[in-house]
């Protein structure tokens, strides 16, 4: 049957706050430069005090990765929890707004966890450093996975994220067995390394069995194979995931097809403002282009021109039509 | 007495929601191009829902000067009234992060209306259309006018947009009085032509009687005394105010010094991207070139500087260390 949306995100709801700081900030404030640190409610608090002005801008790595397919021109759909409050008001207005469909029925009630957000911090070199307090994400279960969605999807886009709150695994693992048994396609980003630590077992128990299609980027790569290079990655890989894609910031992507691998060159920034969404993005052009058929070389290279709009502006979600903007970089 | 502050401001504490729209939608949903509209929570929810995916960012008039300032390395303070409410958490943080003393209790009560927010259309032009729901801000009153703060600056920098929620135009008068009883300066924006249209007799008694330092751009200015030219605003002002200062976008500055007058141009930005903020950083940019005692062609072209900075990026606050890109600018 043919496929009404190109891909269905399933991931962590969460509203940004990006500030500029200082290196001497993250280390005055212990903080892990360049990863995702999980942290409660008072530590977001007490971080969110310190740190300077802030933008809201809603993200969530399989969400901006969904708004991302949405402004390349695909049909997309969302799956995430948010709660009943001004935040969950925001994450919905913004990803609707982008053309993605979101039906995910807001956490309510008396003692609801409000809304995730990621406090992050973009240093003057562009890297973020995020600090997630998850809310009402740890309540995404099952029940919140709709099979007809998943069916209706040429690919069903999973991040790793979602092994940190609890009941999210089965959600996960529901919407990997729905996408295959509807003869769907199942990718997965390791999201980041530290996650890849925290899950290594999981993950690769995922890759060999659930997972079609691969993203990591160099350092959740060789964490998940606890190798040295990207041939070793790729040597580790090979038959158990249909395609794997290695992304390399400005060292561009390597795409493995089965007994081939191809190189993509990253497309320079107009300028590098805030790195936040890089990844996602790139994972955006990429399954649009499998999803229109591309060779994987030509759809990384939608992936490479995605990514390259996102880091030039802050937040992680697209500000150009993506669409025009692979037209007029010629990767149409 | 040496003043502790350089300047106070007292202004709408307004959150701003940008949001990127093609010229067709401002003529679809009926909104005034460039304008500041003010409109009811209904409307609010009504335009949120149909707008695009937004950035929230900490904004209001006067309060990005106030920003500003304090981003140039001046000593700065804010009067101004939200709600406690997660916006009014964000907008407290983010003027306090600037550096900025803010210390206006929050509307409390059963009752409060929310805080304020804009709902700003960016269109690809880079001008803004601004539609604003004022909530707490129409409970700004007197009682809210800090004495001490106010003849603790060397100038209390007003935004005409006071006179619309009915309360704070009684706090503008007190403040103004209070500033002169202390022998400092007071200044006034006129914001914005329709809110001169509403408010214009009451702003020529103001800038007759209470103002030193008037701040128009070209339609307020000429609005104000209904006149055609520039040189019919300074001729219509001269010896009513001390300096009066008018922006013309791309086309520069006057500034009008007593019997004297200086055309400053316009710095370009690195690009346009969201006019939003370009008057309040061209008043932050005077108004601390003002206070450190600079002549006003010099004054206004730190004014230059700051705005050319604001309307590089997406809101009204800048991303940038304005006191070390004034430096590098070369008008230290």
Request: net charge negative; proline share 4%.
């Amino acid at each position: 049957m043919a496929a009404h949306y190109s891909v269905v995100g399933v991931g962590n709801a969460i509203v940004d706050v990006l500030a500029q700081a200082e290196d001497d900030f993250l280390v005055e404030n212990g903080l892990v430069r360049g990863a995702m640190t999980l942290i409660d409610a008072q530590q977001a608090e007490a971080l969110y005090q310190k740190m300077g002005p802030g933008r809201s801008i809603s993200g969530g790595s399989a969400a901006n990765t969904i708004a991302g397919i949405a402004s390349l021109g695909g049909r997309a759909a969302f799956i995430g929890k948010v709660a009943d409050d001004l935040l969950g008001q925001v994450f919905r207005h913004d990803i609707r707004a982008a053309g993605v469909t979101y039906e995910t029925p807001p956490l309510t009630g008396e003692d609801a966890l409000p809304t995730a957000r990621s406090l992050i911090l973009v240093t003057p070199d562009g890297e973020r450093t995020m600090n997630t307090f998850l809310g009402a994400c740890v309540a995404l279960g099952p029940e919140d996975i709709d099979g007809e969605l998943i069916a209706a999807a040429q690919v069903t886009y999973l991040e790793g994220y979602l092994w940190d709150p609890p009941k999210a695994k089965e959600a996960f693992v529901k919407a990997a067995d729905l996408a295959h048994a509807a003869d769907r396609r199942v990718a997965l980003t390791l999201s980041d390394p530290f996650c890849v630590e925290r899950h290594r077992d999981s993950f690769r128990d995922l890759v060999g069995g659930h997972v079609d299609i691969l993203f990591a980027n160099q350092a959740e790569a060789l964490s998940l194979l606890e190798v040295d290079s990207t041939d070793d990655v790729l040597e580790g890989l090979r038959g158990e995931c249909e395609i794997v894609v290695v992304t390399r910031g400005a060292g561009g992507a390597v795409v493995m097809e089965g007994l081939s691998t191809y190189e993509v060159p990253a497309v320079p920034p107009l300028r590098l403002v805030d790195a936040t969404g890089a990844g996602d993005l790139f994972a955006a052009g990429f399954l649009q282009g499998f999803c229109q058929g591309r060779h994987p070389a030509d759809a990384a290279r939608l992936g490479a021109v995605a990514a390259a709009e996102v880091i030039a502006h802050f937040g992680a979600r697209p500000e150009t039509n993506l669409a025009r903007l692979a037209r007029d970089s010629g990767v149409e």
